[in-house]
């Protein structure tokens, strides 16, 4: 039996459910989440199902999610979407579960579920599970469909990344086809900026450091995020915009999290292999596309550092070509 049909069979057998994934969510991270719900619910109205985290106020246009309580860990199942590594599980005990299924398109970190779908050419953890939907008997309606595509979208940045395949395409054109879903007036609400965004993206570009080697980076504090008044999470999205400057192969925004009380830190890459690094300081995720959490900004420094570095060795790389 493939692991899509052994998730579905667990999905059939347990009446309740709860559905988790990273601290920190994306766009992926919640409409997976939220999308796999919508077609659990619709396949079996009867279950209880679950989906829980910290909200992200950004992100409350893709749905809104559960609040979490003990009894929720009794006789139920967990499913962690777009989570490598246990650490970075928000909100739940994933030890306290009769059994746990993990669904991720990261690089493998570590086992922690009784069964792994991993699939790190995906784009990401909602084609999944669009991919599971298609290899089993769930059956998908608008808002599942509507909450994927967002996931999908967000990851892939409109399909620009390089881990948009064929079979990407393939499966978003399955679940439009499935659902006659509207997909361009999703558009609206992932795109649409405050005119405070518009200005501290304005900020961050004319405050932006970029070394000799290329690569780019600017600290924001509390101070600059309230003159804004915006977040750590809002103002980190930012680096998904700087992706064409030229001369410029990696680069990273730093905020402080008032939250957590710590540096959140947002880093991409048009060449250097950044998640390695990443991985060093409490973070990690793709090859181009990674994050960390930094106790201050003199930890910073040792980051930017080492991601200089990085930039300078592929500056060497393809200047050899």
């Not at 420094?301 to 990085?310: G, Q």
């Amino acid at each position: 039996m493939d692991k899509f049909k052994q998730i579905y069979k667990m999905i059939k057998k347990y009446n309740k459910i709860v559905i988790a994934r990273h601290v920190g969510p994306d766009p992926d991270a919640l409409g997976s989440t939220l999308g796999l719900k919508e077609v659990i619910l619709n396949t079996f109205p009867k279950k209880e199902v679950y989906v829980v985290g910290a909200p992200a106020s950004r992100h409350r246009y893709i749905g809104l999610l559960d609040k979490f309580t003990d009894d929720m860990y009794k006789d139920s199942m967990l499913i962690v979407l777009d989570t490598p590594d246990i650490k970075r599980i928000d909100g739940v005990d994933c030890s306290k579960f009769e059994y746990v299924i993990k669904i991720d398109h990261h690089p493998f970190i570590e086992r922690f579920a009784d069964i792994e779908l991993i699939d790190s050419s995906a784009s990401s953890a909602s084609q999944l599970v669009i991919e599971l939907i298609k290899n089993t008997k769930l059956k998908p309606n608008k808002a599942c469909a509507e909450k994927l595509y967002i996931g999908l979208v967000g990851d892939t940045e409109r399909f620009l990344h390089s881990y948009t395949t064929c079979k990407t395409f393939e499966l978003v054109s399955y679940i439009i086809k499935e659902t006659n879903i509207d997909f361009t007036s999703l558009y609206e609400n992932m795109y649409l900026r405050s005119i405070n965004d518009l200005r501290l993206q304005s900020y961050i570009i004319n405050n932006l450091t970029i070394t000799d080697n290329g690569f780019g980076y600017i600290k924001l504090d509390q101070d600059i995020l309230d003159k804004y008044n915006t977040d750590a999470a809002t103002a980190c999205n930012i680096v998904n915009n700087l992706t064409f400057i030229d001369g410029m192969y990696s680069w990273a925004i730093f905020c402080y999290d008032k939250a957590n009380d710590n540096i959140r830190c947002s880093i991409r890459s048009r060449g250097p292999i950044i998640n390695e690094v990443a991985s060093k300081y409490n973070g990690g995720g793709h090859k181009f596309a990674s994050g960390a959490r930094l106790s201050d900004f003199d930890i910073s420094d040792k980051l930017i550092n080492e991601l200089d570095l990085a930039c300078l060795k592929y500056k060497e790389t393809i200047t050899n070509l």
